[in-house]
């Protein structure tokens, strides 16, 4: 039986996972900032970690999931002078659709899922520590920074020089404050009409880096773990968490896990882009478990380059895999067990390869389908117990009751229609026998349950306002 060995970012090499404390991980993902409804580049961290967290779940792993909530950042005031909405507003309804998001595509709740305005407490607290011990600096103006060249293990993650390295991007007007250009903010002084918290250096609010260490140490402790990401996030953001953790004394990360990005024409989304390939808009066309198949179907080091036809082959693909399930349910009058083959494990504990993975579903699906053919049910069984298996890892298990709502909304809605039409027709026969009052009874019976027909030149058509009386 193979062990679990996972890449780590920063010795650029794939070693053996072995975990602080015998039976128990600690990971921390970096969330989102709530600032514009979630498109797919933004979720694929999300089902990238939940098929690792799930993989070390099934190793015998309790897992401690960590997953924050940017809700304070200069993207979300902007947004909320834009959208003309208190801050809080447009952060709680991003932060919504978000968890709708994650929903939708079976995404494990995270253990604790902080916000970061929410723990501005232990953020002053790591800045008196690091004050203290030297490493940041207040000048006065009511900002807060990191002294970068202080510390000897920074751009370690990322292997830059700071020599080459330009200045910080949150230079702003306030740079020459900074000792040296390359210094990070902790903490902002507040601006005129932004929100502010009070802090023994004036009222601000935090830089985007703080919370990430504060919040680390809250849920996971001095040292935990993985710490994970999108591949963008390496550079500022987790060299700036690594060096405000370490100045502080802790040892934060063990390992550090990126996922690739989903690319358009080989490039990382873009925000333009993005609106056709938001969550919600792709729940149009295919359910929640074909676009997380979809999306964790790459290795989550490899780019997914995304388009329309890719997405719908996959959900193609993923029906047929569904469909061998479904005959098996059919055949042997019962639903599969859950187990866990030798081939899905290796692949898997070779650093999460899932399209290795999925050449072990194929095998399994092959025989399972030639084992209908040949009437063979116990060979039935076991090719359906190992799929079912494998997707349940891959949190694609279409007996999970996580879709039981979203799934087969499509034999749903073939079904209504067919069931109205069974009504339209009862009303077109009393019309023509003139029987209005049967006519009009169907007609207010439908509006009831929020059916709205509406008589056009093809016949007539139906809709649902949601306003149903029941
Ligand atoms: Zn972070």
């Given amino acids: 039986m193979s062990s679990l060995s996972l890449y780590d970012t920063l010795t650029r090499t794939t070693a053996a996972f072995v975990s602080i404390k015998e039976g128990e991980v600690g990971i921390y993902l970096c969330g989102a900032t709530v600032q514009a409804p979630p498109h797919i580049g933004h979720v694929r961290s999300g089902v990238n970690f939940d098929i690792l967290r799930r993989w070390l779940s099934h190793s015998g792993y309790n897992v401690t999931f960590i997953r924050n909530v940017t809700d304070i950042d200069d993207k979300i005031l902007h947004k909320a002078v834009h959208e003309e909405l208190p801050w809080w507003a447009v952060a709680m309804k991003y932060e919504r659709e978000f968890s709708e998001a994650y929903a939708a595509l079976n995404v494990l709740a995270p253990t604790y899922e902080p916000r970061a305005t929410g723990h501005i407490t232990q953020m002053i607290g790591l800045m008196q520590i690091l004050i203290e011990k ?76 703080l919370e990430c260490s504060a919040m680390a140490h809250q849920y996971l402790g001095e040292t935990f773990d993985i710490h994970g990401g999108g591949l963008d996030l390496i550079f500022p953001h987790h060299e ?51 676009l997380r198949w979809y999306l964790g179907s790459a290795h989550y080091r490899s780019m997914l380059e995304f388009s329309h036809e890719a997405l719908a082959e996959s959900a193609t693909a993923f029906k047929r895999i569904e469909g061998f399930l479904n005959r098996s349910v059919e055949i042997l009058s019962v639903v599969p067990t859950p187990v866990i083959n030798e081939a899905f494990t290796d692949a898997m504990n070779d650093d999460l390869a899932v399209p290795t993975a999925l050449a072990s579903i194929s095998e399994s699906l092959k025989v399972g389908n030639n084992a209908i053919t040949a009437g063979d049910k116990a060979v039935i069984a076991q090719a359906a117990n190992e799929i079912r298996g494998a997707l349940s890892i891959l949190g694609c298990d279409p007996f999970d009751p996580a879709y ?67």
Avoid at 267 to 286: A, D, I, P, T, Y
Avoid at 443 to 466: V, Y
């Fill in 134 to 209: 030297g490493a940041a600096y207040a000048p006065g103006n009511g900002d807060v920074y990191l002294e970068v060249r202080k510390l000897s293990s920074y751009l370690t993650l990322s292997r830059q020089k700071l020599d080459d390295l330009q200045p910080a991007a949150d230079a702003e007007a306030t740079s020459s404050e900074k000792k040296d250009p390359r210094d990070f903010a902790l903490w902002k002084a507040a601006k005129p009409g932004d929100p502010s918290w009070p802090t023994p250096w004036g009222p601000g609010r935090p830089g985007w880096h």
């Fill in 404 to 470: 039981a709502t979203s799934g087969n909304s499509d034999e749903l809605v073939a079904a209504l229609d067919g069931v109205i039409a069974l009504a339209l027709e009862q009303r077109t026969a009393a019309r023509e026998r003139r029987d209005f009052a049967a006519s009009d009874s169907i007609r207010d019976g439908l509006a009831s349950l929020g059916i709205i027909i509406e008589d056009t030149a093809q016949g007539p058509r139906w809709s649902i306002t949601g306003n149903g009386s029941r």
């Fill in 240 to 290: 700036n968490e690594i060096a405000q953790s370490e100045a502080a004394g802790y040892g934060f990360a063990q390992r550090w896990m990126h996922n690739a990005w989903v690319t358009t024409s080989g490039e990382k989304m873009s925000k333009s882009l993005g609106n056709s390939l938001q969550v919600h808009e792709l729940l149009k066309s295919v359910r929640g478990i074909e």
